[in-house]
């Protein structure tokens, strides 16, 4: 994404179209602007073409871009998980890993990088019905591989607002459920992370469209990226006016819910009634 925000930028300034690009490399419009939304993955002759026909000739410059290219190309963590991921989420693993922001509401389940490792194997169980155990511990562990990213060097902040539905439906026995509010406890009170509680009580709200996780990333060329994930497939909206009203209706939600430390009550208190 960041190598192909970067070539549009220079494709812009120089005023050359989407096709006339395309052109140049034997490839169609289509195929440019897959490129430069990060969705593809790139030939390093092919950036080289795109770098001269933009007039980009500073040698470090094109070094630095042709290194990004290879970069852009080797292969993360994740996909050595691939037979055990829906076909669209290695996309989201990679945005997630890149973001240095992580904005979410769920409301059917604890959001994955607030499992535990119990209650994750009860969710992956439910969601991959007649699937065999090595299966099901292969996903489990990319869920815990990713929750590495909150205790990383570089860690990225969370702020997540949980519904109390998730909180009541359950996964696992009662000793997972009270393991996975215990761990939420613990967890919110990390400095990157910051986890508020939407109660039943507060009646209506502006999540009424159901869970989503806005991502935001350290560079100041990508744009945000909202994630919708469906039984089927997954939605990824960039354009502005898109990511424009989820942020509204998260920072509602934020706003409309307890602070973090009357949600660190409100899960004590759910605790003491599990």
Known sequence: MLLGSQLRRLREARGITREAAGYSIRASESKISRMELGRVSFKTRDVEDLLTLYGITDEQERTSLLSLAREANVAGWWHSYSDVLPS???TYVGLEGAAALIRAYEVQFVHGLLQTEAYARAVVRRGMKGASEADVERRVGVRLERQKYLVDENAPDVHIVLDEAALRRPYGDREVM???LQHLIEIS?????RLQIMPFGFGGHSGESGAFTILSFPDS???DVVYLEQLTSALYLDKREDVTQY???LKELQQDSPGPDESRDLLRGLLQLS
Do not use: H, M, T, Y
Not at 189 to 193: F, G, I, K, S, T
């Open 88 to 90: 669209w989420f290695p």
């Open 221 to 223: 060329d990508l744009s």
């Open 247 to 249: 942020e509204k209706a």
């Open 178 to 180: 009270r393991g996975q």
């Open 189 to 193: 009170e990390r400095p990157n992370v």
